[in-house]
Structure formats: structure tokens, C-alpha cells
């Protein structure tokens, strides 16, 4: 069941090493107080990596135990890899939103931050409506690809009530996910008008111009 872990990381002794320039380290401390060594308020990139660990066990026992394991162990693990996916998102998603919005840092100098408040990145403008519009494309994407696979199916085999289960499971998905995600996606726009304008300006070729400098 572990498996999955040690295969996708390089190292068994699963501890990441990063240079200086990067946010997070993980290494063989003895206390749990030691693990995380925080330079930089992104600690929501290394929780990432414990659900991503968590999601491979999941999945392992999800696949790997298909009628070799009680019903509802089975079943428990694939709410696990439901969770620890939506996790990882979210983990990923806090990071990435923190670099759009930093918070959680009283200044920064010569590569070193000060007043670090690690949790902060999770309280950024840009997250909770970055966050929302991920998880949904998400959940619309893998609908759609659900719903392709059982309708290719029941084109060959009109009779196939698995595929037909597949199809109407995935349309009810992406009938309730889309409209929701056309209105996260504009909350998620009017977000990032106000905290970043110039990308919203990039976007929509807004007719910005920069004259060139004299060098040019």
C-alpha cells in the first residue's frame, strides 16, 4: 500500500532538500518540533506533500485492494483519495495564491523575510476564491472526461448499464458544477482585477502600451 509513496519520491527517507532560494525543507530530525525549518510563509506547499503522500496510500488500497479488502474499507478509501485530493488542491492553490497576494511577512531584504507568520499564505485576498475556482474545474474536468468515456462506451454497446451509469452520473455532475463554477469564475476575476490589475490588463489586451527606453 505504500508503494505508490516511495515510487514517486527519489529518496525512501522521504525528506525534501532545497537550496537557500527556496521556501522549505524537510529533514531527519529527531522531534517533530524539527521537521519544518520555514524560511519563507509557504508552508501550505510542503502540506501538499503529506496530501499527496496521504492521497498515493489512499489510492494504492482504493486500487491495489479492489476485492481484496472488506466493502467498507474499499469504500472508506476512496472517500480518502476523495479528501486528501481536494487537500492537495487546496494546499497547492494557497501557495500559488500567496505569490499573486503575499501575505504573512512583516518585510523582505536581501532574500530574507522577517516576521514570518506561516499560516498566513491560507488568509491571502487571492485564496478563497482562487481556491473555489480550482476545485471546481477540477471536479467539471474529471465529469467530462467520466462522461466521454461512458458515452464512447454506450455508442459501441447501447445495452452496457455501467456506461450508462457512467454517462448520467457525469451529466448531473457538470449540469450542477458549471453554472457554479461561471459565477466562482467571475468572483475569481473581479479578485484578481482588484489585487492584480495589470494581469487582468495582459488578459484582455487592454491597449497598454510601454514606450521603449532610449537603450532600445
Known amino acids: 500500500f505504500v508503494a505508490p509513496v516511495f515510487a514517486s519520491s527519489p529518496d525512501p527517507n522521504l525528506h525534501f532538500i532545497e537550496d537557500k532560494e527556496n521556501s522549505v525543507f524537510v529533514t531527519n530530525a529527531p522531534h517533530c518540533f524539527e521537521i519544518f525549518h520555514i524560511t519563507r510563509p509557504d508552508a501550505p506547499f510542503s502540506l501538499e506533500g503529506f496530501a499527496f503522500f496521504l492521497e498515493a496510500i489512499f489510492l494504492g488500497v482504493y486500487l491495489y485492494g479492489w476485492k481484496k479488502v472488506p466493502p467498507k474499507l474499499h469504500l472508506a478509501a476512496g472517500i480518502g483519495v476523495l479528501c486528501s485530493g481536494v487537500m492537495s488542491a487546496v494546499f497547492v492553490v494557497a501557495a500559488n495564491a500567496w505569490m499573486n497576494a503575499p501575505a504573512g511577512f512583516e518585510s523582505y531584504s536581501d532574500g530574507v523575510f522577517t516576521g514570518i507568520n506561516p499560516w498566513a499564505p491560507f488568509l491571502s485576498p487571492a485564496f478563497p476564491t482562487q481556491a473555489l475556482h480550482m476545485v471546481l474545474a477540477a471536479y ?3 465529469a467530462l472526461v467520466v462522461g466521454a468515456v461512458g458515452a464512447w462506451h454506450l455508442l459501441k454497446d447501447k445495452s452496457n448499464e455501467g456506461a450508462r451509469i457512467m454517462l448520467s452520473m457525469a451529466l448531473w455532475m457538470a449540469a450542477i458544477v458549471a453554472p457554479i463554477q461561471i459565477v466562482a469564475g ?9 489585487h492584480q490589475p495589470a494581469k487582468i490588463a495582459a488578459m484582455e489586451d487592454a491597449g497598454i502600451r510601454v514606450s521603449p527606453s532610449p537603450a532600445q
Open 140 to 142: 467539471l474536468t474529471t
Open 186 to 194: 467571475d468572483m475569481h476575476g473581479l479578485n484578481t482585477l482588484e
